[in-house]
């Protein structure tokens, strides 16, 4: 992918440099330079290897990825050095990975993951050299080992396979790897995060990245973008997260992790859909209640539940689903219908939707909830004055006064 800088016009190429890296799998690391202001394309490829065909196929078989003769996996950078200097390059290089790993990042095993820099001129190593000792030192102080990064002149780079190129915008639902070890060139990047508020009560946590992550993003346009409901959604980085007890790794971007008490009680690692979403947050909330049954198993609530006695008679205001705190009926809308079960001739706009339902041997519709898609009740045409009833279970419903909604 080319991404446009004024500078990168016709008469500017003399400015455009290229230096190839490994960093472990290549499609994260890609994505991660093509975000970069001054880099004007990011390749994934192969180079420094022997002996076999330079191809996904060749390099991940068993007998290659443990021997020396094995390509690497690597990304070729082209960039303007006017706008972006090489060692801003190589420093955002070191802090994306852990060079200190020998021949794998993370779960990837193997030579093809080896930590590699390909340099193409003496002006180029000795900036290598330069950024490779800073480093050096960061990490010992940091408690962390010897920097295992090939350093080598380039010899010859193969492009990967079309379907490897921009692999992460291709496959819209996956994660970003993020295999850093939080070490950094300068301190002040690394804000620094109280998480004593995570420590009481349930949250949501949303470990995201510290860069353009497709998944990320697509995560929060679908769904946190979206979310109203009353358990708190907080983002924070895999370096952001000291106190906590999250036993799941943290390299993939994101994670959603469900935690009580500042301990992760379950998580999901990668892009989360809406509904798997809203089921895993249906177990976090409500466990295995009447309400869980309802929302997720079509369950009915018992006639003349305790939710329905506590909402058959309340003031002026909006129900809402359990789980997202989207609107969902309101009490101008509110009849009694003396079947003991709240009854509305209407769903606030654009927030239900409906389905036959002939399960039970009846001819029924179903009512759901459009934000997380859980079973809300029925409809049935037998309301006041020829409208519907919506014959709609309280369990999965919270309410707000409408006091409060104009006051928040």
Known sequence: MTISVGLFAENKTSHLETIVLGSGCFWGAEKGYESLVGVYDAVSGYSDGYGIRPSYREITKFKNKFNDNN????????????????????????????????????????????????????????????????????????????????????????????????????NPNGYCPDHSTGVVFNKSKIPAIDNTILKQGKYILVIDSEDYCPYCEKFKKDVANNYQGNIPLIYRTSRELSGLSIKTPTWATPTIVFIEDGEEQFSYQGYMEPE??????????????????????????????KEYQIFKNTPDGIFVDKLSGAPLFDTRDRFVSRSGW?????????????????????KRTEVKSISSNIHLGHV?????????????????????????????
């Open 342 to 362: 709240l009854s509305f001739t209407a769903p606030v706009p654009n927030a239900t939707y409906e389905l036959p339902d002939n399960s039970y041997g009846m």
């Open 71 to 170: 390509y690497a996996e690597v990304v070729e950078v082209t960039f303007n050095r006017q706008v972006v200097s090489l060692e801003s390059i190589l420093q955002y290089f070191y802090e994306q990975h852990d060079p200190t790993q020998l021949n794998r990042q993370g779960n990837d095993i193997g030579t093809q993951y080896r930590s590699i820099i390909l340099y193409n001129d003496e002006s180029q190593r000795e900036t290598i050299t330069k950024v490779t000792n800073e480093f050096q030192e960061l990490l010992l102080t940091a408690g962390y080992g010897k920097i295992q990064t090939q350093i080598k002149p380039l010899d010859r780079f193969y492009k990967a396979e079309e379907y490897h190129q921009d692999y992460i915008e291709k």
């Open 380 to 408: 049935f045409d037998d309301g006041p004055n020829g409208m519907p009833r919506y014959c709609i279970n309280a369990t999965v419903l919270e309410f707000i006064a409408r006091e409060d909604i104009k006051n928040s």
């Open 276 to 305: 798997l979403f809203y089921k895993a947050l249906g177990k976090f909330k409500l466990g295995n209640s009447e309400a869980y049954e309802v929302a997720f198993n079509q369950g009915t609530d018992s006639r003349f539940c």
